[in-house]
């Protein structure tokens, strides 16, 4: 099953928080998530089973953070991290008797570019090359590149899945504020003319806000995207209560706003922060009918 069949689907259902799941599980505040490929792998197989259950048809493996500046108080590299990530992904693939796709995920490095930062871009072209090789290596089915907030490191990163992804269909969402600009500034037009030019096979939005902030800017994307969109929130806006970060959106409003966008014409629906199993089944419901 070749992930250029998807393309040709009004909607692909992706799954939903990967973090908010394994947060649930034990994972500690400030441990890399990725590290439990390795040394958790149970917890991390059994998140993915729960969102093929929910009939989520991309399963995104448990990689966002597989670069080696994100690993330094891990001692596994991020090909390893990645191999065993995608591997997890396919067991439960096969336990389920489904058939769905896998995406190798692939977050910011946490470090800005020049001239903002000090990293070169050939720095960061090294940096995400690794992942990615290992990631078509091992089975994956497309790269999704998300929770981006700044253009130019975007750009390099869909410039890394090009030049060493196997021709793996790339797709990029940033992370944009209600009123629908990035961390550095640009608005949403501007970076999706610029994923676009850089050979972004689907592109959007995650995390960030909610499904009623995408719905505002929806229009705005459908009046400047060529390509298909892909939009994964997080379950609304994050209010902070009894000392942590909390998203109160439920599923039944979750996917009440998510069929407005499926009936807008988005293609690719999924959830970030705070969504779970619970929020894609009624995606998924919504998305096949």
């Known amino acids: 099953m070749h992930f250029s069949e998807a393309f040709s689907k009004k909607h692909i259902v992706f799954d939903g928080g990967l973090g908010t799941m394994l947060l649930a599980a034990g994972l500690k505040a400030g441990m890399s998530p990725d590290s439990w490929n390795i040394t958790n792998p ?6 993915h089973a729960a969102y093929l259950a929910a009939g989520a048809d991309v399963i995104t493996a448990n990689t966002f953070g597989s670069t080696k500046p994100r690993l330094k108080r891990v001692s596994n590299t991020p090909a390893e991290l990645v191999e065993a990530g995608i591997r997890l992904v396919q067991e439960a693939i096969r336990a389920s008797g489904r058939e769905a796709y896998i995406a190798l995920d692939l977050g910011s490095l946490g470090e800005f570019l020049e001239p903002l930062g000090d990293l070169t871009e050939e720095e960061a072209l090294a940096y995400f090359r690794e992942p990615i ?15 981006m907030a700044a253009l130019d490191e975007a750009l390099v990163c869909v410039k890394a899945a090009r030049l060493f992804g196997g021709g793996l269909p790339v797709l990029c969402t940033m992370t944009y504020d209600p009123n629908g600009r990035i961390l550095t500034g640009e608005p949403l037009e501007k970076v999706v ?26 229009p705005r ?21 009894d ?7 439920g599923p039944e409003a979750f996917a009440e706003q998510m069929e407005i966008l499926a009936n807008g014409g988005v293609w690719g629906l999924g959830g970030c922060c705070g969504t779970t199993p619970a929020h894609i089944t009624l995606v998924s419901a919504l998305a096949h009918a």
């Not at 149970?42 to 998140?47: N, S």
């Not at 000392?243 to 959106?249: K, N």
């Open 42 to 47: 149970d917890a991390v197989r059994a998140v």
């Open 133 to 147: 090789e290992a990631g078509a290596a091992a089975g994956a089915d497309c790269i999704l590149i998300e929770t």
């Open 193 to 218: 003319a610029a994923l676009e030019d850089a050979g972004a096979d689907a592109l959007g939005s995650n995390c960030g806000v909610g499904p009623e902030q995408l719905v505002s800017l929806l």
């Open 221 to 241: 994307f459908l009046a400047c995207a060529h390509k298909p969109l892909v939009l994964q929130p997080n379950a609304g806006l994050p209010v902070y209560q």
């Open 243 to 249: 000392g942590e970060t909390r998203y109160l959106v």
